[in-house]
């Protein structure tokens, strides 16, 4: 698909530098216009910043016809027009939310036969819903006017993948409908089973696939423990490698953004914060504030991003875990786009799990963006979802967990991409870190954890089983005569940070499980520890060991 034979090839190459100001072509954008000019279904896993865009503006302007393109966000879709107008692409799109003479007027101009767009961006519900637009649809196609369907944001199609959304499925009837035109589906973010229920999904026949290296050496990773002083040891990250520079931080809540915001303001930062409770006027206020580089820090839930299109994002914080290592890799995906070294630091505490553990068991779809998307409403466990997004949490924590390997080794893998953590050269934290690492066999240790939380009747968080592990004599371990326990202190010889480490392994292992629920009137929530039927299963077979790396003290 790189051959330069294709008969098209002197109009790509012309239009390129001329309308889109481009020197060359970015890996595999050429490959992909060839694929879908020659008539072919093409699915494109490009990483954020990669340059999709292009590879169905540059084709839409030199065929005849009008591209159809499906994207998920108004305000991306209005971002991309905007762009396209500049350029002197004549290009439209329909929303639900336009006046009906609006909508009407843009209806008739597709119905010409002289019809002047080349682009007609919709979003997924308008194809779900409005039957106008598909009499419309099919009557550009009898003309032999529709040139290709573009679906953008494409893993939203499939509910394994970290943006579900329900309209997305709906679009299996394009290629229904249009058997001939070529569909185009690019996504920034797909591991192998989201590609093939999205191609499935679509019902693309003889699909041609190009996928990209996830790759992003641009980006420095970093996890740090999350303490008290949070939001100070933000500040001064970013007032000593960042200050005045433009930055996202991620937050679990919407209170969290206004709070992390309010702080920064007072540190002397340019922030302001983003979330889904503002009006629809004031999120676009704060976009435009952030594109004219009025604001340099948004404090948001992961509702800002899709589509942020500026190139010096310097650094993305997570202030509370992401909600899968997909979302994490897009959301960080943001930074650098222009390829100049950016940072993405997270911010973990073990408390944080417990917190999103518990929303997604409430299912509160409703009360943080983290669940949008994900239980719609209060189905938490319909279609196996909510079992789908403690996997990936689980994942996650272990991904924060690990002080030992390559970041970019342990992210690469979820995309079944093989990478040399020798390439990463000191690019994220525990590569940079010189350490002697040792490994245990910890089984011994796991057992007893697992034995004490049986023992204790499984009704006490990690934290109390921990100090009953290591011989506490507090008041409370008294008060639940814990002290008479066979395993009172069979962990003595453990430091905290050690045997906390092996307990929240055998979570992660799924040997244990942390049932969170709400504890008082003020919400505030607690968690006990419970034994799993995996551990009644498989981990009393004397086969099973654990084993855990620590950071050597010497
Ligand atoms: P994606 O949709 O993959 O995240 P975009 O299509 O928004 O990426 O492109 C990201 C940036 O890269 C945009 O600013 C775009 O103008 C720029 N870009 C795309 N293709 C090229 C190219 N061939 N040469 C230079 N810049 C490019």
């Known amino acids: 698909w790189s051959s330069s034979n294709f008969p098209w090839e002197k109009k790509l190459e012309e239009n390129n530098k001329k309308v889109f100001g481009n020197h060359s072509f970015r890996p ?17 896993l490009m990483p954020t910043g990669g340059g999709k865009s292009l590879t169905y503006q540059l084709p839409a302007l030199i065929c005849p016809g009008i591209t159809l393109v499906i994207s998920p966000l108004v305000s991306l879709i209005q971002d991309q027009i905007m762009h396209l107008l500049q350029a002197n692409i004549p290009a439209a799109y329909l929303s639900a939310n336009m006046d009906w003479s609006e909508q009407q007027e843009i209806l008739r101009e597709l119905c010409s036969d002289y019809c002047r767009y080349k682009l007609l961006y919709v979003t997924p519900e308008k194809v779900a ?44 009837i394009l290629k229904k409908k ?31 696939i190009f996928r990209q290296s996830f790759n992003r050496p641009n980006l420095w990773y ?17 007032k000593e490698n960042h200050f005045d520079e433009c930055g996202i931080i991620y937050c679990l809540s919407r209170n969290d953004c206004e709070k992390v915001a309010e702080k920064l303001q007072q540190c002397g930062h340019k922030a302001a914060f983003y979330h889904g409770n503002m009006e629809a006027t004031q999120r676009a206020f704060v976009q435009r504030q952030w594109s004219k580089d009025e604001v340099n820090i948004i404090c948001a839930t992961v509702a800002f991003g899709m589509g942020i299109n500026k190139p010096d994002v310097r650094f993305v ?9 997909e979302g994490y890799h897009q959301e960080c995906g943001r930074a650098g786009r222009d390829g100049a070294r950016s940072s993405c630091v997270l911010y973990y505490s073990y408390s944080d799990y417990i917190r999103v553990k518990h929303m997604l068991v409430q299912g509160q779809g409703e009360q943080s963006s983290w669940t949008s998307g994900y239980n719609r409403g209060n189905t938490a466990n319909s279609d196996g979802i ?32 093989k990478f040399d953590s ?28 697992v034995e004490l939380v049986k023992m204790t009747g499984q009704k006490y968080s990690s934290s109390h089983i921990l100090e009953v592990y290591r011989g506490s004599m507090s008041q409370v371990v008294k008060k639940h005569r814990h002290e008479s326990v066979s395993l009172h202190g069979a962990g003595k010889h453990l430091a905290k940070e050690e045997a906390s480490r092996i307990l929240r392994h055998l979570v992660i ?12 009137v003020y919400g505030s929530v607690s968690s006990v520890l419970k034994v799993t039927t995996v551990y009644i299963f498989t981990f009393s077979h004397p086969k099973l060991s654990l084993r855990c790396r620590f950071i050597s003290p010497a």
């Open 28 to 44: 595999n954008q050429r490959e992909v216009i060839n694929a879908t000019m020659s008539g072919y279904d093409v699915f494109v």
């Open 129 to 172: 819903k409005s039957d106008a637009l598909l009499r419309n649809l099919e009557s550009l196609n009898a003309r032999g006017m529709l040139a290709r369907i573009v679906i953008d944001e494409a893993h939203c199609v499939s509910q394994w993948g970290h943006d579900f959304r329900p309209d997305y499925k709906e679009l299996g």
């Open 178 to 208: 249009f058997e001939k035109t070529p569909v185009l589906a690019l996504t920034a973010t797909a591991t192998a089973s989201v590609k093939e229920d999205v191609v499935q999904a679509l019902g693309l026949v003889n699909c041609i």
């Open 222 to 238: 970093a996890v740090i423990p999350k303490t008290k002083k949070c939001l100070d040891d933000i500040d001064t990250f970013i």
């Open 317 to 325: 914080i997570h202030h509370s875990l992401p909600k899968s290592i």
């Open 386 to 417: 909510f079992e789908k997004n403690t996997e990936n949490l689980l994942e996650w924590v272990s991904y924060c967990e690990n002080n030992v390997d390559c970041r970019r080794f342990l992210q690469l893998v979820h995309f079944g991409e």
């Open 422 to 449: 020798g390439n990463c050269r000191k690019t994220c934290d525990n590569c940079a870190k010189m350490k002697t690492l040792v490994e245990k066999d910890v089984t011994v240790i796991a057992k007893q954890l």
């Open 509 to 520: 292992k799924d040997y244990l499980t942390e049932e969170v629920k709400k504890s008082d």
